[in-house]
């Protein structure tokens, strides 16, 4: 099926049924329209799923192929995968990369060859080779997420928090950006802090050892939803009832859990805006050489609590 040179990676059930509508009436002129590749660091994260479903819906309604892989934050594969767009001669590269630090090079490779790179979510500490670096503002974010724990647990008392992968930016963001809050009440004490790599199931076995160790625990902090679902599951399992949980995301199961009481609040990064965003920004420079805005652009998050969560649903505000 001439999708399959188009296309790559899975898609959401809506996504899915768009391509086979446009993919009926297709023909060979579809081979000529531009290319954007569409990089993320996994499917398998509902975060990352719903930046590549809204990036690719975005461009095939604008008129492009669009091709998604994902690196799986590996840098090493990120290399790989912008050879396969430059060899592709793809027009745009929408990238959530693997690590600042470690995709600063690799943008440079792609811009060199002609491709206009926009970052989403994850922003290089470089300027000029990226056409547009657009990120959620996950210091923001976090501030709000720990005024809101502060508001559940009370100014005094114990928690633990669980850190995202050591090596992400945005990990280390968030946590400052929680302890900003955090750290104006002398009476919160830490007790535990640890890193459960961004995993579910990790959460859930570092979460089972704090709860062990430390039994006057009154919430955790965690770094992402993914986390936070694996702690509200711990404490679940351990039959801990009133442990206040708070994550950072956005993702529809936490929104859910929030709905049923199992966690306290999340962040919503918009997801889903900035992946459109970044695919409009796209189409503009292909079509007019500029993107008419500042390279860096900061989205604010949203705080997410029992009280407005039926306003969200998959990474996106509704109403």
Known sequence: MVWRAFLSGPFSAGLLLAVAALGAGCH??????KLIAIVVPSQDNPYFKAEADAAAARAIALGYRVRIDAHDDDAYRQDNLIDAAIASNASALILDNAGSDASISAVRRAANAGIAVFLIDREIQANGIAKAQIISDNDQGARLVAAEFVRAIGSSGEYAELIGRESDTNAQ???KGFHAILDNYPGLKRVAAQSANWSQSEAFQKTETM????????GILAGNDTMALGAAAAAKSAGIKGLRIVGFDGSPDAVDAIRKGDLQATALQPAVVISRLAVNEADLFLRTGSTRVAERQVIPCDLVTRANADDYRN???MR
């Open 315 to 317: 990474f996106e505000k």
């Open 173 to 175: 963001i968030r946590t």
């Open 28 to 33: 060979r002129a579809d081979r000529h329209k």
């Open 211 to 218: 709860l062990q160790a430390h039994g006057r625990i009154l």
